[in-house]
């Protein structure tokens, strides 16, 4: 069945380093992908998507690109700050359900 | 726009009692998805609702149901419960159809605890 692997965490970073989370995915043709953050103590939050090979979904800073050679929807951020600490879920859509990655937590540190 | 609203927050239970959960999606979305988190399982797809009809379901034993009403809100019950239903249940909105059918907005969660 479709399926979602992220890179295990938890991933430490200091402020304005450059982060990339990797996600790579398997599916029968052709999901949307989706990058949510959860907050401590909160529920899922969008943080971007993409719905068609080769998009970029893009939102505060954080970028994505839907590659289907090579099945990836890798999320990076050009200089993380504190308050991107949060845990990281990557997404593809199913029938009428969302398939989630185990998810990714980033520390970032001042 | 108000948000996906939960209720309640959170609850405290005891093994072999039921637990009624509420979810209020934002409005015009006709669509809620349920999902269980636990630390050792993440995010499990539970069942979705679209105008009061189950469209899909996860797998899950039947001691967990679920509805939607007329106006889109959705319940979900959990019967029997057992110490291993503690987990932040999430409930998620979208329009349901067209092309954004697949982009689902999430409440804050309710955390149940079974005792």
């Known amino acids: 069945g479709d399926s979602v692997t992220q890179m295990e965490g938890p991933v430490t970073l200091s402020e304005e380093a450059f982060l990339t989370i990797n996600c790579t995915y398997t599916?029968?043709?052709?999901?949307?992908l989706f990058w949510y953050v959860q907050y401590p103590g909160e529920g899922l939050q969008l943080l971007l998507k993409?719905?068609?090979?080769?998009d970029k979904g893009s939102n505060k800073g954080f970028e994505a690109t839907y590659r289907k050679e090579t099945t990836s929807f890798h999320l990076e951020k050009g200089s993380v700050q504190v308050s991107d600490s949060a845990v990281y879920f990557c997404?593809?859509?199913?029938?009428?359900?969302?398939?989630f990655g185990a998810g990714t937590r980033l520390a970032v540190h001042p | 726009k108000a948000g996906v609203t939960q209720t309640p927050r959170y609850l405290i239970k005891t093994r072999g009692q039921q637990v009624t959960l509420s979810c209020s999606p934002i409005?015009?979305?006709?669509?809620v998805s349920w999902y269980q988190q636990t630390p050792g399982q993440g995010l499990q797809f539970l069942f979705e609702?679209?105008?009061?009809?189950?469209?899909n379901k996860g797998n899950f034993p039947g001691r967990f149901s679920g509805r939607q009403f007329s106006n889109s809100r959705s319940e979900m019950n959990v019967s029997t419960l057992e110490l291993g239903d503690s987990a932040l249940y999430l409930c998620?909105?979208?329009?349901?159809?067209?092309?954004?059918?697949?982009?689902?907005?999430f409440g804050a969660g309710t955390r149940l605890s079974v005792l």
């Open positions: 997404a593809l859509s199913g029938y009428n359900k969302l398939i």
């Open positions: 599916a029968t043709g052709y999901p949307s």
């Open positions: 409005s015009g979305h006709r669509s």
């Open positions: 993409a719905t068609k090979a080769d």
């Open positions: 609702y679209f105008s009061e009809t189950q469209r």
């Open positions: 998620a909105s979208s329009v349901g159809q067209g092309g954004d059918k697949n982009i689902q907005y």
